[in-house]
């Protein structure tokens, strides 16, 4: 199973053994939308929903921080999905949030893993089927075992500040970057110093879906960003930063990383260095 599947692949594929369909929708910075109600209403024959808002670690003071393995198997299994399902992923949102489920499922261990592509706004403008209520399944065995290569922390953020050694690019809307704009949950304004700015929008085409291989490469360079340097992705809370990190995968860059408390950590700690203004 390729990383992005088009919705007339996954319409062919749906009720095949072994295919688990999870709709990964959350709305982090839009508290008048419910995803979970949203799923209910109508979601993809056979999807199960996520609860990204609910998956996170209960210990952190930080939004939305990856959970430990043991909380994310328990989650999965409890969804029914196991060690040998195929996963499909999608979401309703403009930010591409089974980008932040893809990159969760493969620092855990998991593989066969993919995106649906356009989500399921591309699903419901096609006059694909759907189905109300919630789907139950059986509880399925699933083993989790952390990737520490694929998470950066502050401590690391920190460090590369002063190595440079990997170059970091930054998901959020070119205004918050440069600080013309204030940051949605009032932290100081501004961007990590040295990151580049690529905003995740740029990786998306009108329809919402990605970008081909030469599209994603084009924009990688218009930012100043060279695929064949290490790269951490960073962004406001470490959702949209998936989505670039996806983009990445998808032109054959498999060993970037996600600072995971990005700027809701960043911008928080009054000692850490801002930078205004452009990259």
């Not at 920190?158 to 440069?178: C, H, I, M, P, W």
């Not at 949950?185 to 700015?197: K, W």
């Not at 919402?208 to 990688?220: C, L, W």
Request: glycine residues 12%; aromatic residues 6%.
């Amino acid at each position: 199973m390729e990383s992005l599947v088009s919705t007339a692949w996954l319409a062919d594929a749906l009720g095949t053994p072994g295919l688990c369909v999870v709709d990964a929708s959350y709305y982090p910075l839009d508290p008048s939308r419910d995803p979970a109600a949203e799923y209910a209403a109508g979601h993809i024959p056979g999807a199960v929903f996520m609860d990204l808002a609910g998956l996170a670690d209960p210990e952190s003071t930080l939004p939305g921080m990856l959970p430990s393995a043991d909380a994310f198997a328990s989650r999965m299994a409890l969804l029914g999905i196991g060690n040998d399902c195929r996963i499909v992923l999608y979401d309703s949102t403009p930010h591409r949030t089974s980008a932040r489920a893809w990159w969760m499922l493969r620092t855990f261990g998991k593989t066969d893993v993919a995106i649906l592509d356009g989500g399921i706004g591309k699903w419901r403008a096609e006059g694909r089927p759907l189905e109300t209520g919630r789907t139950a399944k059986d509880r399925r065995d699933f083993t989790a075992r952390k990737d520490a290569a694929r998470v950066r922390d502050l401590g690391q953020m920190l460090a590369n500040l002063a190595s440079g050694a990997e170059q970091v690019v930054d998901a959020r809307g070119a205004k918050r970057f440069t600080g013309e704009e204030g940051d949605p949950r009032g932290l100081a304004s501004g961007h990590i110093p040295g990151s580049r700015s690529l905003p995740m929008d740029r990786m998306l085409n009108a329809d919402g879906t990605f970008k081909d291989k030469d599209g994603i490469r084009a924009e990688f360079a218009a930012a100043g960003v060279d695929p064949a340097r290490p790269l951490i992705t960073t962004c406001g809370s470490g959702v949209t930063a998936a989505t670039v990190l996806f983009a990445a995968h998808l032109i054959g860059k498999d060993d970037v990383a996600l600072y995971d408390g990005s700027w809701s950590e960043w911008g928080k700690l009054p000692d850490t260095p801002k930078a205004l203004g452009p990259a």
